[in-house]
């Protein structure tokens, strides 16, 4: 029975009720579309013009939609063997997949448009996420024996495909913009991003071991195991710090963004200690993505301090 003799607990209730689903559904979309991703890679673009001393451009919006257009591309391609590791997204694809499909390729088609104001450098760069992808999900390679069919599918190069497409976007798209050189202190941020990329590439694919296996994927814990793919993670993330900490005693970097990668690097060490010893391994992988929000908010909240 209600405390409240005038009914406002039942009142209450359904205001709630339909806000919670509401906001339930909004995650979904938000998570299942990778339009969540959109934003932090919007974020990553912001690092890099702040690292480089680049005036916002257009590579913001471009790399937006690109981000869009690949990873839904991706999910509508894979919706099939993503029923074992991710019935929930698989489901929301498969209702909407038409309306998924033309989204991907207007979000693509507007990214190359606008890119051609930036010149052909700009278009390159634009175009290399989506032709790395057909390199990485489609049957392109002819098989070898019975071997390898799709580039996804080879151990390491499948990780290094996606880690150098996002690399080589996020740090040259900005540049091409401002018609500025590729400088020491860019090739430490595109090392980086590279192997920042790699990191967030594999540890997801703990949550799809078994997905992959079925369908012959080789990540690193398919091929080496949980444990071992924990260890590798904190591994690269030790050798990210040493790479920064070296890069800022070189001048290459300030003290500002050093700080704030050494606290993201941080953030993802704590991060890859739950690799394989939590049930949430999918949320793992989306907070491992976000710590390049932790990153820029350090660094608004060092430059709003004065530091």
Request: no cysteine; charged share 15%; proline share 4%.
């Amino acid at each position: 029975m209600s405390i409240y003799s005038d009914g406002t607990d039942h009142q209450y209730s359904q205001f709630v009720s339909p806000l919670l689903t509401h906001l339930e559904r909004t995650k979904d979309v938000l998570i299942h579309t990778s339009t969540y991703l959109v934003f932090i890679a919007m974020v990553q673009v912001a690092t890099v013009m702040a690292a480089l001393s680049i005036e916002p451009n257009p590579a913001l919006a471009i790399i937006g939609l690109v981000t869009f257009a690949v990873y839904m591309g991706d999910r509508i391609a894979d919706v099939d063997t993503d029923e074992v590791s991710n019935p929930g997204q698989s489901s929301f694809v498969r209702r909407h997949e038409s309306v998924l499909s033309v989204l991907t390729a207007a979000a693509y088609g507007l990214a190359i448009a606008i890119s051609v104001l930036g010149g052909p450098v700009a278009l390159g760069v634009t175009l290399i996420p989506g032709a790395f992808w057909v390199l990485y999900a489609s049957d392109w390679l002819p098989t070898i024996g019975s071997y390898f069919k799709r580039l996804k599918e080879i151990l390491v190069v499948n990780s290094v495909i996606v880690a150098l497409a996002w690399a080589i976007s996020l740090v040259f798209l900005p540049l091409a913009f401002a018609d500025a050189a590729f400088t020491p202190v860019a090739a430490v941020i595109f090392f980086y991003y590279f192997l920042d990329t790699f990191v967030n590439t594999e540890i997801p694919n703990v949550n799809d071991v078994e997905a992959d296996e079925a369908i012959g994927v080789s990540t690193l814990p398919v091929v080496f195991g949980v444990d071992r793919t924990r260890q590798i993670a904190y591994g690269l993330d030790i050798v990210l710090v040493g790479f920064v900490v070296f890069a800022y005693l070189r001048g290459l970097l300030g003290s500002i963004l050093t700080l704030a990668i050494l606290v993201g690097l941080g953030y993802a060490l704590v991060l890859a200690a739950f690799v394989g010893r939590t049930e949430h391994e999918s949320r793992l992988g989306i907070a491992g993505e976000a710590k390049h929000l932790v990153v820029m908010a350090v660094i608004l909240a060092l430059t709003a301090g004065g530091f």
